[in-house]
T-cell receptor
Framework: DSGVTQTPKHLITATGQRVTLRCSPR?????VYWYQQSLDQGLQFLIQ???????AKGNILERFSAQQFPDLHSELNLSSLELGDSALYFC????????????FGPGTRLTVT | KNQVEQSPQSLIILEGKNCTLQ??????????LRWYKQDTGRGPVSLTI?????NTKSNGRYTATLDADTKQSSLHITASQLSDSASYIC?????????????FGTGTRLLVSP
């Protein structure tokens, strides 16, 4: 158990809908990262927040957005969902915002039908 | 373009045997290289993390090596166990002082057979 929690575990929704994925980092970690992993694909970095501020952006679509709240939990919002958005979405956390170790949550499996 | 390539794509070995997984990267500048183990449907778990000045690092039966000159790394698994069946992902951090935009390889899928 990494100490990072993600909810929900599974999510099934229809195309065009909007969903919110939630992540709680390990106690004491200030950075939260979001990753997407499509079937048989590598992990793709989406976005990083550090202590409430956006720090780095990867391959995140404009239909996706994220935020980190004062209690340091983070939410990833996915809108106008398409079939291709079906994937595992992982959250990770770390103490710092640079080269510190990242700890991954169990993931949210999103299925868009 | 920053890239991380892993080989082989998949591997089957008998329980108790050793194996070596390869990682080549073109990431520059280079900060550190990590190996993760990912069980199917679960989050990756860190095995080792090495900076450019480190040549080798061990974690139990896992030993990672790094050659920063040739930009190659390997992960050696000794006396494999059935629980080693997983994907092994090589990850490189390209920013020595900046933010963590890690570059992920697509992984090597290892199956340890009884």
């Amino acid at each position: 158990d990494s100490g990072v929690t993600q909810t929900p575990k599974h999510l099934i929704t229809a195309t065009g809908q909007r969903v919110t994925l939630r992540c709680s980092p390990r106690s004491g970690d200030l950075s939260v990262y979001w990753y997407q992993q499509s079937l048989d694909q590598g992990l793709q970095f989406l976005i990083q927040y550090y202590n409430g501020e956006e720090r780095a952006k990867g391959n995140i679509l404009e239909r996706f957005s994220a935020q980190q709240f004062p209690d340091l939990h983070s939410e990833l919002n996915l809108s106008s969902l398409e079939l291709g958005d079906s994937a595992l979405y992982f959250c990770a956390s770390s103490v710092g915002d640079k080269s510190s170790e990242q700890y991954f949550g169990p993931g949210t499996r999103l299925t868009v039908t | 373009k920053n890239q991380v390539e892993q080989s082989p794509q998949s591997l089957i070995i008998l329980e108790g045997k050793n194996c070596t997984l390869q990682c080549n990267y073109t990431v520059s500048p280079f900060s550190n290289l990590r190996w993760y183990k990912q069980d199917t449907g679960r989050g990756p778990v860190s095995l080792t993390i090495m900076t450019f000045s480190e040549n080798t690092k061990s974690n139990g039966r896992y030993t990672a090596t790094l050659d920063a000159d040739t930009k190659q790394s390997s992960l050696h698994i000794t006396a494999s166990q059935l629980s080693d069946s997983a994907s092994y992902i090589c990850v490189v951090s390209p920013h020595p002082t900046g933010f963590q935009k890690l570059v992920f390889g697509t992984g090597t899928r290892l199956l340890v057979s009884p």
